[in-house]
């Protein structure tokens, strides 16, 4: 599977049920309401068919932005409910946009005890195994590669390898 695919896997059920019938009723209502217009009844069939698609298909799309947002807020660690609702109610988009923006990074997994956690701590918050190489001295996080902490000074050594 490619990378779309599994994001799009995570939205959920509702979110995709919803989105393929407000769609359908939207095409239902519009098209009712063209043909028993007696202006908007002079048009081709092919017409009223495509006037009445768009409005449908927008929402749908809408609906399932939406459940992204709120899968993925939760996935991340994040107050999914305050995003999905800016994505909803801030106008033009523009919230969807700001949580693409603003969203964290994803939770990683403990190797020892499979506790999520954020991406850049140093120890597991459960079981307190180390995720990344610290200083001896500081135990403050260094990088793969240093020779010297550049927080305290000490030596590192050659093997400061990551765990993670």
């Known amino acids: 599977m490619n990378r779309f695919s599994d994001e799009v896997r995570i939205i959920p059920v509702v979110a995709k049920i919803f989105a393929v019938l407000v769609p359908i009723c939207f095409f239902v209502l519009l098209f009712t309401v063209l ?19 768009w409005p449908g298909l927008l929402f749908g799309v809408l609906i399932m932005f939406y459940g ?17 609702l800016l994505a909803m109610f ?21 190797p020892k005890c499979g506790a999520q956690g954020r991406v850049n701590f140093t120890f597991c918050p459960q ?33 400061s390898p990551r765990t993670a």
Do not use: H
């Open 90 to 110: 801030v106008p033009n988009g523009i919230g969807i946009i700001l949580y693409f923006i603003l969203r964290d990074p994803l939770l990683a997994q403990c």
């Open 127 to 159: 079981c307190g195994a180390e995720l990344a190489s610290t200083c001896p001295s500081c135990k403050r996080p260094t990088e793969p590669g240093w020779k010297s902490c550049p927080y305290c000074r000490s030596a590192l050594g050659a093997g």
């Open 35 to 53: 043909s028993n217009d007696p202006k908007a009844g002079q048009w081709p069939v092919i017409g009223r068919v495509a006037f009445s698609i």
């Open 68 to 84: 992204y947002v709120n899968a993925d807020a939760r996935r991340r660690g994040m107050r999914y409910v305050m995003w999905t």
